[in-house]
Nanobody
Framework: QVQLVEAGGGLVQAGGSLRLSCAAS????????MGWYRQAPGKQRELVAM???????NYADSVKGRFTISRDNAKNTVYLQVGSLKPEDTAVYYC?????????WGQGTQVTVSS
């Protein structure tokens, strides 16, 4: 089994920044993809950013240039530096790990951006 534990959400003013982290534990394969999705009230869950274990990132167009994903494979941890935050970035941010055709999810961490 795989467990994902997120940290770093909170309340921030527009234009501010946060750093989210997600630590994976359990049966983690060498080759996987880790990253973040988010879900705002009344909306579907959407991709924010994902990164392969080889370091290749994939960003949603809405966050390019503002968010930066990184990971530490030795710690099975993925980070998301979120900057230039906008009220529309308010959502629950979920950590995701994809390996061997399976998807695993964290409990989510709330990010609220005030205008």
């Amino acid at each position: 089994q795989v467990q994902l534990v997120e940290a770093g959400g909170g309340l921030v003013q527009a234009g501010g920044s946060l750093r989210l982290s997600c630590a994976a534990s359990g049966s983690i394969f060498r080759f996987n993809t880790m990253g973040w999705y988010r879900q705002a009230p009344g909306k579907q869950r959407e991709l924010v950013a994902m990164m392969t274990s080889g370091g290749n990132p994939n960003y949603a167009d809405s966050v390019k240039g503002r968010f930066t994903i990184s990971r530490d494979n030795a710690k099975n941890t993925v980070y998301l530096q979120v900057g230039s935050l906008k009220p529309e970035d308010t959502a629950v941010y979920y950590c995701a790990l994809r390996q061997n055709l399976n998807d695993y999810w964290g409990q989510g961490t709330q990010v609220t951006v005030s205008s």
